[in-house]
DNA sequence: ATAGGGTTAG
């Protein structure tokens, strides 16, 4: 009986782990007086775990008299994988009293679960514990030391911990790369992958992983082709993560002849990978081809996901053509997509921008849940459609759901204000952003409230506005100002900004087509001549022609 | 005998 108990158990091992299968084989092993011996019972522990029964688990757990460490790790690893953080570590301080002494991989379950639920003392505790049990100089307590204090936010002691290693190996060499990746810290990466290479530890896919992880935007494109590069030299394979991880590299630095180069490699893109690519168009202006990217994923059979449609959808957006954007609506509400607000969110912004206000109205009152981006992102379409009371009321609907408006919600009022031109609630909502809601005022708030009190001849109150925000103010704020300037032909004050500007070696550039718009209102033209010739010809509008600067919708 | 340290991305 016992070897066919055996076989029966290594031929289920191999099986898709069903809880039927799994609560049979429990049965068996109970019918055979083998529960009591942990190496049954570890079996169904960890297959009880896979089917999500972990109160299954935890009842053989609780009866089995005698734990092996294989036991212990199976149940603490249980709970750990199921994010029941405080089972798994209240289970590990039972097991520190118990007599099974915990090995590397409890150090290690433990570790891993603490940086996930950020329990910073935790890991601290159980840093100490592993220091005391002697296993810190084993690699894989090292690991995921190294690994749990980068992903913290902790560097500086995963690298006190790394660095405490005479001979790391490669798992280590890789961690120590992703914890500096993750972090952002580029280039301390790069030194340690080069110092890796020096004593000879040839570097696998993880470590390029690692390194491109943390390179974010286009100012480091150089870095990223090298490494793409070294994947080349080392005859690394794209397929796997590394192909995925280029893909997104290139999208995110905007790329995307590069990152369709490597795509176009991949044997079995995923929809990540697909979905980095298709906003990386987006993200670089070429909705279009976002689009079409879109429909050859779909047409390919690819399954979607709320991320991707969401992001589609913001492509339709900004083409401005509620045609693809519709569809997607459509396709959105037949797959069970629409019930997430994330979806639903992008489909009012959809409509808004494509200029179907109504209809993202429409979606908005279909939803029975709301968040409060939902309710930013109503605020801002209705204010851009000059609905300032609508705005407002949706404001205080916010606040009557207990929602907690935040600095977009406040740059919505303000556009809303400025759009209907109500300088009054503009001035008070600026005050009760700042006053009731603690929330610092940012350069798109003081671009607004310079543009409210502007447009509305409130020229002075503008200007002492900008000179009251600490240094140093952004060339949209004084941009807005300039701008109002000449659409009230106060060329006095105009002057006596532009002076400003030249005194503190502003960038000119930023403001040439302010400036120059408002001498040409003036007719100075000398001046617009020689603003033209400062900045190289630059000057591409014509003036005479206001043109309200500063703020992009 | 069992499992058991390091990944990515929108």
């Known amino acids: 009986m016992h070897i066919q108990l055996k076989s029966l158990i290594s031929e289920l091992s191999k099986l898709n ?111 100490g514990k592993v220091v005391v049990s002697g296993l810190g100089t084993e690699f894989i307590c090292d690991s995921a030391l190294v690994s749990a204090y980068s992903k913290i936010g902790n560097v500086e002691v995963a690298s006190r911990v790394f660095y405490g290693i005479d001979e790391p190996d490669l798992v280590l060499w890789n961690t120590m790369i992703s914890g500096y990746g993750c972090h952002g810290d580029c280039a301390k990466g790069l030194q340690l992958f080069s110092k890796m290479r020096e004593m000879g530890v040839r570097p696998d896919g993880y470590t390029v992983v690692g390194l491109i992880m943390a390179l974010t935007d286009h100012s480091l494109i150089k870095v990223g082709e090298a490494i793409h590069g070294f994947c080349f030299k080392y005859g690394f394979v794209l397929n796997d993560h590394v192909g995925s ?13 590069s990152a369709c180069r490597v795509f176009d490699c991949l044997d079995r893109p995923d929809l990540v990978t697909w979905s980095s690519l298709i906003t990386g168009f987006s993200q670089a202006g070429d909705y279009l081809k976002a689009l079409i990217f879109f429909r050859k994923f779909m ?32 396709f959105a509400v037949r797959n069970g997509y629409y019930t997430e607000l994330m979806v639903s969110t992008a489909l009012i912004d959809m409509y808004a921008k494509c200029g179907f ?59 809303a204000c400025c759009h209907a031109g109500l300088v009054k609630d503009g001035r008070e909502y600026f005050t ?5 809601f603690g929330i610092k005022a940012k350069a798109e708030h003081y671009v607004y409230m310079v543009k409210l009190l502007g447009m509305a001849g409130e020229l002075e109150e503008a200007y002492q506005l900008i000179k009251s ?38 960038e000119i550039s930023s403001y040439s087509v302010m400036l120059s718009n408002l001498y040409a ?33």
Not at 311 to 330: D, K, T
Not at 371 to 377: E, F, G, L
Not at 378 to 390: D, K, W
Not at 432 to 436: A, I, L, R
């Open 299 to 330: 047409i390919d059979g690819g399954k979607s996901d709320p991320v991707l449609i969401a992001s589609v959808l913001a492509a339709s957006a900004r083409l401005a053509v509620v045609g693809p954007g519709s569809e997607i609506h459509g």
């Open 17 to 127: 782990q069903t809880l039927s299968r799994t609560k049979i084989l429990h049965a068996l092993v109970i019918q055979n007086n083998l529960s009591r011996d942990p190496f049954y019972a570890t079996k169904i522990v960890r297959f009880y775990a896979i089917n999500n029964d972990l109160v299954s688990a935890r009842n053989l757990f609780d009866k089995s008299p005698e734990r092996s460490i294989y036991l212990w790790n199976s149940i603490i690893r249980a709970y750990a994988q199921a994010h029941r953080f405080s089972d798994a570590f209240m289970l590990f301080k039972c097991m520190l009293i118990s007599e099974t002494e915990p090995d590397s991989f409890t150090f290690a379950c433990i570790l891993r679960a603490c940086s996930e639920w950020r329990e910073i003392e935790g890991l601290r505790e159980v840093h």
């Open 432 to 436: 009760m952003m700042k006053n009731e």
């Open 521 to 553: 209102g003036d007719e100075r033209w000398d001046a617009v001549n020689r603003l033209r010739v400062e900045n190289g010809g630059a000057i591409r509008k014509i003036p005479g022609i206001t043109w309200i600067g500063g703020i992009s919708h």
């Open 357 to 415: 206000l109504e209809l993202g109205i429409q979606v908005f009152k279909t939803k029975t849940n709301t968040n409060i981006i939902m309710y930013n992102s109503m605020i801002s379409c209705l204010g851009l459609y000059g609905r300032a009371t609508e705005a407002f009321q949706m404001f205080n609907d916010m606040i009557d759901g207990e929602f907690k408006p935040d600095e977009t919600t406040f740059c919505g009022l303000l556009c």
């Open 245 to 257: 991880v280029l893909v997104s590299m290139y999208s995110r630095c905007k790329c995307m002849d």
């Open 469 to 506: 925000i600490a240094k140093p103010v952004n060339s949209s704020i004084w941009g807005a100002l300039l701008s109002c300037c000449d659409a009230h032909k106060n060329y006095e004050l105009g002057e006596v900004i532009a002076q400003h500007l030249f005194e503190n070696k502003a």
